[in-house]
């Protein structure tokens, strides 16, 4: 059979490491543009093509859009969270869903760590100064973080880097996570109450469930100790928005520093003109090494299936035996 796999977007110049690999099993490529198309454009794409396999990054494959393709036999993110495909409707169709789970762990850790020395050493700050034209060491009001307590809210892979590399800056390092963590040396394991109550720097790497959807609102970053720092480098929609602004605004939160938005890619404006508020359009992911990984191993995972194999990473039940 000759299959068709469509790649509904996708974060990177071009289609050719996909295409090549596609196209070197036998199998044809179709691309859709490179900004993602909301449901309904991809529900009529994956009609039009009818593709054995959907490719997709950002852009929504909903319940709809599986529905239009009888012969779907794969949705692989082009990525680690599933918040963007219907898994539920797939499940039910015995369609595989597959992600690639540990491709950019040490990017997404790092991104984490270098805001927090960013803020506890005023990077941004002074170099917005400096370029103003004010040279001022005197207003320096920096930190040691050897001195802080960071909390870590979601301790699975990424959370375990981030806490393997602040450790080696010496802060306490306090994680929660509905796992148990105890197998991690120096890392205390507590409640999100606990954790936030104790926490200067809190940093999220929780995924974006129906459970931890604004899993840090107005009420939790008011347990956070005056003046802190709160990190979002997972779902921009596990933090609200909303209460981060009035934090700024008060001053219950010193800084913010977001690589994920509700919102994305539009950028509220209190955020983009609070002095406080350090903001990346969603790369922690990236890195040249990590974006060659991804797109191989999603790419590779599609063949696999359609070669009648078991994909490596599945993240349902897939097909019924």
């Known amino acids: 059979m000759n299959h068709t796999v469509l790649l509904t977007d996708y974060a990177w110049p071009d289609d050719s490491i996909e295409r090549s690999i596609v196209e070197a099993a036998g199998m044809r490529l179709v691309s859709g543009p490179a900004t993602p ?15 054995s396999a959907i490719l997709t990054c950002w852009a929504p494959v909903s319940a709809n859009a599986i529905a239009a393709v009888p012969e779907l036999q794969i949705v692989a993110r082009l990525g680690v969270g599933l918040d963007n495909i219907a898994v539920d409707a797939a499940t039910q169709r015995g369609i595989w869903v597959t992600n690639v789970p540990d491709y950019c762990v040490e990017e997404v850790s790092d991104h984490a760590v270098g805001f927090a020395l960013a803020w506890t050493r005023g990077l941004l700050r002074f170099d917005r100064e ?12 920096l930190r040691r973080l050897a001195a802080l307590s960071c909390g870590i809210v979601g301790f699975g892979r990424i959370g375990r880097a981030t806490a393997r590399k602040l450790g080696a800056f010496g802060c306490r390092v306090l994680a929660h996570d509905p796992h148990p963590v105890n197998d ?5 394991s507590v409640d999100l ?16 469930t129906e459970t931890t959807r604004h899993l840090i609102n107005r009420e939790r970053i008011a347990l956070m100790p005056r003046g802190g720092l709160l990190i979002n480098v997972s779902r921009g929609a596990v933090v609200d928005t909303d209460a981060v602004i009035e934090a700024l605004g008060t001053g219950q939160l ?3 520093a977001l690589d994920v938005l509700e919102s994305e890619p539009d950028v509220p404006a209190p955020l983009r003109t609070h002095p406080g508020a350090m903001l990346t359009p969603h790369v922690a992911f990236s890195s040249d090494a990590s974006l ?23 993240r349902n039940a897939g097909p019924r035996r």
């Open 130 to 141: 400096v370029r103003a034209g004010r040279w001022d060491p005197a207003t320096a009001r």
């Open 254 to 256: 010193s800084a913010a």
């Open 37 to 51: 198309l909301p449901s309904d454009a991809i529900e009529a794409l994956a009609r039009e093509h009818q593709p």
């Open 292 to 314: 060659i990984e991804l797109r191989r191993r999603a790419t590779e995972e599609v063949v696999r299936v359609l070669r009648g194999e078991a994909p490596q990473q599945p």
């Open 193 to 208: 109450v606990t954790l936030l109550s104790r926490s200067d720097i809190v940093i999220v790497h929780a995924p974006l």
């Open 184 to 188: 991690c040396d120096g890392v205390e």
